[in-house]
């Protein structure tokens, strides 16, 4: 009964969705964005009714939507650190950081921490080049980064 | 009104705490009753002093930097209302010398103004570009556009007035002008940098591509990876409308123009235009074939003009000075400025904004300081992930499509990242192969297939397994991804890894050469 009404709210909640972007050209991935921003991520019964309301088979939703490494099939831990792995930050230690980060949190990437607190990505640049090694708690940016700085990233969020 | 100060919104400085410092400021300022103004400009691009705190003074502005918030209280006590001096200061921004040896021509804002500011923008020669085109015929515009000699920065260098006249001359009821920022190159950011720190200067640059090629609708199609960019972007469009230089009567004209942004969603391939025009769409991001050419079939099927950022940015000042003006920067078929990053490690890290012609020795060791490490230059890697990494014997290179064309290499989005003497050039070969796998869209068998294949050949090399026959196995398989693949992902994968083992063949071998050696 729970489940039924949780797939109903998704429903509703994706309609409202697609009801602000239906008139845009091209409007499936400002709607993939709009949804993962409010559950999470792309739920299956979004999905489906993306699908049908833009007149897309469920396979090309689902193909467009597993394209993109940005969304989510389950949700994220409450935080999502993102670190680069490109070459300007390699240049600086980064490669070093990155394994020092998944030794510390105990998980490799694109895994989540067993209490659900952080969920590591590699993303592949975040334009801060030039201060190198960089990372991306949640949105917000962080540049200049050693092991004992992201812990305290870590150690920050809740 | 009192005191005026600076302290940079854009991303590279929130990244080390600008935010941070702003608040201390403002704090410190109101705990001393002093009434000040604090302006989030875009950033100066200097990188290495980020935050940077400057004063307006008499003289100009004072620029004091790196500013840790602990710091604020200790430089307002030295008089830093009144540009007071502290070990922290650098004296007047624009004679610093990073700053001074610049030529700012598409940068020529960024870091002085408020970048939401339309006044500051229109008093900062904002607009005169557009205005001009006002009164200019499309074919006229165009001609202008050619004339200057602009290219295209997205690394590709084709001549921005042609792929205008393609469009122009192409026939379809709706045109778009699609604004690629999905700048997913490693040690690039200017595009961000302009999206953040003067984002009406790619507005005036897309509206004047929409008059000259009769195209009403533009998209700016932006990573992920930059929210902020995206935010003030989007913050931009709304007040350019409102104040009608976007809408349907550009600047009270009978052109109409408007546009929006547009977010990818991670995917570095994305930034190949034809990739790019799929995602707009809506679609996976698969490489298309060319032709058609997206100046003829792009955007849901109609003319489009694909620029990167820094090209159409680069538009208003050609169109406000004139033609003869921009060209007359540069060299060779290289004409105007180039907005070039020095990233990684080095000492002066930022944007620098110069004519072609400058050679790389000039560049990193010059004006970059070289290593922030200390530690000899080992090489540097030139355009992105898929450029090609240079030793120290080709520093003599000048910055110019042609030059690195010619020596194997090219210049792409113009970042520099360098490496200091502790990189391992054969797994620098192997990341780019690692990353051809990761972002490949799969459309093409040379790079869905070539890039895993080559990731094994790489590592039985570093395991020492036949590396002579590995070797010529990879070239081999170099050779194939450079010519049949559909786009430059795969294509120009193969530089970074042929250049490392042209280069650096030392990284290579190891083993099995030292053996037989000994």
């Known amino acids: ?158 | 009104m009192g005191a005026v100060l600076y302290v940079s919104c854009d991303a590279a400085a929130l990244a080390v705490g600008a935010d941070r410092v702003a608040e201390t400021l403002v704090d410190e300022l109101r705990a001393r009753d002093v009434e000040a103004t604090i302006v989030r400009n875009g950033s100066r691009g200097m990188h290495w002093l980020e935050p940077l705190v400057e004063i307006e003074t008499e003289q100009g502005r004072i620029a004091y930097g790196p500013v840790k918030p602990s710091d604020v209280a200790g430089l307002l006590d030295a008089g830093l209302l009144d540009g007071g001096d502290h070990p922290l200061c650098h004296g007047l921004t624009e004679e610093i010398p990073y700053l001074k040896r610049q030529t700012r021509l598409t940068f020529s804002r960024c870091g002085i103004t408020d970048p939401l500011s339309l006044e500051h923008y229109e008093m900062h020669h904002g607009f005169l570009g557009l205005k001009r085109v006002l009164e200019m015929t499309p074919a006229e515009i165009v001609q202008d556009v050619t004339d200057s000699g602009l290219r295209g920065r997205g690394g590709a260098g084709f001549p921005t007035g042609i792929k205008w006249n393609t469009v122009l001359k192409a026939q379809g009821a709706q045109k778009y002008i699609v604004c690629n920022a999905d700048e997913g190159d490693s040690g690039t950011f200017s595009d961000r940098m302009i999206m953040e720190g003067d984002p009406f200067v790619l507005i005036e640059g897309m509206t004047i591509a929409g008059i000259a090629v009769g195209a009403t609708k533009g998209y700016i199609y932006s990573r992920s990876e930059y929210p902020h960019a995206v935010a003030i972007m989007q913050d931009a469009i709304k007040i350019a409308r409102k104040a009608g230089i976007l809408g349907t009567s550009v600047m009270g004209s009978d052109h109409a123009f408007d546009m929006e942004v547009r977010e990818g969603a991670g995917a570095y391939v994305c930034g190949e235009e034809t990739s790019l025009l799929n995602s707009l769409e809506g679609k996976r991001g698969i490489v298309r074939a060319k032709p058609p050419l997206p100046a003829i079939e792009g955007l849901f099927g109609c003319p489009t003009v694909v620029n990167n950022v820094m090209s159409l940015a680069s538009v208003p000042i050609i169109m406000d000075r004139g033609a003869r003006f921009y060209r007359d920067y540069g060299v060779g078929y290289s004409h105007g400025t180039i907005p070039i990053q020095l990233t990684g490690n080095i000492k002066n890290s930022g944007l620098f904004e110069t004519a072609f012609g400058l050679t790389l020795n000039e560049l990193i060791y010059d004006i970059g300081g070289g290593t922030l490490s200390g530690r000899p230059v080992k090489a540097v890697q030139v355009g992105g992930p898929l450029g090609a990494y240079f030793p120290p014997s080709l520093f003599d290179t000048i910055f110019d499509y042609e030059a690195f064309i010619e020596r194997n290499g090219m210049i792409g989005h113009a970042g520099i990242v360098v490496f200091d003497d502790t990189v391992d050039m054969l797994k620098q070969a192997r990341f780019a192969m690692e990353f051809c796998a990761i972002e490949s869209c799969g459309k093409c068998t040379p790079c869905r297939i070539g890039s895993v294949r080559g990731v094994e050949v790489l590592d039985r090399i570093a395991e020492g397994d036949q590396p002579e026959q590995q070797v010529e196995l990879l070239t081999d398989l170099c050779d194939t991804m450079k010519m049949g693949s559909l786009c430059a992902l795969g294509g120009f994968a193969p530089y970074p890894v042929m250049s490392s083992l042209t280069h650096f063949p030392q990284d290579f071998h190891v083993k099995p050469l030292t053996d037989a050696a000994e």
Request: proline share 5%; glycine share 8%; hydrophobic share 35%.
């Open chain 1, 1 to 158: 009964m729970a489940l039924q009404t949780q797939s109903q709210d998704i429903e509703k909640e994706t309609a409202a969705i697609i009801d602000v972007h239906e008139h845009q050209e091209g409007p499936l991935l400002p709607i993939l964005h709009d949804v993962q921003g409010k559950f999470g991520y792309v739920p299956e019964d979004a999905l489906l009714k993306i699908a049908d309301r833009l007149n897309l088979s469920r396979a090309e939703v689902h193909g467009t939507m597993s394209f993109y490494p940005d969304f989510r099939t389950e949700p994220a831990g409450r935080h999502v650190l993102k670190v680069c792995r490109a070459e300007a930050c390699q240049s600086m230690g980064g490669e070093k950081l990155a394994d020092d980060i998944q030794r510390d949190l105990g998980i490799k990437w694109h895994e989540t921490t067993p209490d659900g607190k952080v969920t590591l990505e590699p993303v592949y640049c975040l334009g801060l080049c030039s201060c190198a090694p960089a990372a991306m708690m949640d949105g917000n940016l962080h540049g200049r980064l050693d092991e004992d700085a992201v812990l305290k990233l870590v150690e920050e969020v809740k």
